[in-house]
């Protein structure tokens, strides 16, 4: 596609629930991005995968996240049993792997924000 | 491990005014980038501009150029003849260039406002 897409847009759900939050990256980038943004904070590293390799999995704060990147294009980040403190926007980003400034420059998409009630 | 501060948590502008954004950063790589990104209440990341460490000229995007002193570790970033649609969340990021963590190092953002 044109940019980084991203579903759903918002979603609410209850306390203990498992959510699935999907994203789609640019057409022919082989790295891919989950961040998280609380609101008023920062932007929170959560996952890296490039391309066949293992994925960077240091940023996802507990076991309740899992990540998974199928035939190296669509990801879907995974939180089970939600918690209050999981609210938050989560952005996803990719980018291409070819050397200089291009290949390292990371393009967004618009985020899904997660609401816990 | 790489960091990067942005020390203004709010800055304001009058419009068509020129404002400055700063930026430092924590490394011991010789190569990097580092970029800024707007964030609009949209939530969206948009690229405003970037740089290669390697290159010593500042990177300009229309309205937007960069301070880049590499032995300072600092880049800053300057909105000239500011717009009313600059108003936004900027965030400075760091990206090593080598086969380390290739993610994205953020700061903490920094508020601008601009003021009619």
């Known amino acids: 596609g044109a940019g980084v897409s991203q579903s759903p847009s918002n979603k609410v759900t209850e306390k203990g629930k498992d959510v699935e939050l999907r994203c789609d990256p640019i057409?022919?980038?082989?790295?891919l991005y989950w961040y998280r943004q609380s609101l008023g904070q920062g932007l929170e590293f959560l996952i890296y995968?490039?391309?066949?390799?293992?994925?960077?999995k240091s940023g996802l704060p507990s076991d309740r996240f899992s990540a998974e990147r199928t035939g190296g294009s669509v990801s879907t980040l995974t939180i089970q049993r939600t918690q209050q403190e999981d609210s938050a926007v989560y952005l996803c980003?990719?980018?291409?792997?070819?050397?200089?400034?291009?290949?390292?420059?990371?393009?967004f998409g618009e985020g899904s924000w997660l609401t816990v009630v | 491990a790489q960091t990067v501060t942005q020390s203004q948590p709010e800055m304001s502008v009058q419009e068509a005014e020129t404002v400055t954004l700063s930026c430092t950063y924590d490394?011991?790589?010789?190569?990097?980038?580092l970029f800024w990104y707007k964030q609009p209440p949209s939530r969206q990341m948009i690229l405003v501009i970037r740089?290669?460490?390697?290159?010593?000229q500042n990177a300009t995007e229309n309205r937007f150029s960069v301070n880049f002193q590499k032995a300072a570790k600092s880049f800053s970033l300057k909105i000239s003849d500011s717009q009313l649609g600059d108003a936004a969340m900027y965030f400075c990021?760091?990206?090593?260039?080598?086969?380390?963590?290739?993610?994205?190092?953020f700061g903490s953002g920094t508020r601008l406002q601009v003021q009619p």
């Open positions: 980003a990719s980018s291409s792997y070819h050397t200089g400034i291009s290949g390292n420059t990371i393009y």
């Open positions: 057409s022919g980038h082989t790295a």
């Open positions: 995968f490039q391309g066949n390799s293992a994925p960077d």
């Open positions: 490394t011991s790589e010789s190569d990097y980038y």
């Open positions: 740089q290669e460490a390697y290159k010593q």
């Open positions: 990021a760091y990206r090593s260039a080598g086969t380390g963590r290739r993610a994205l190092t």
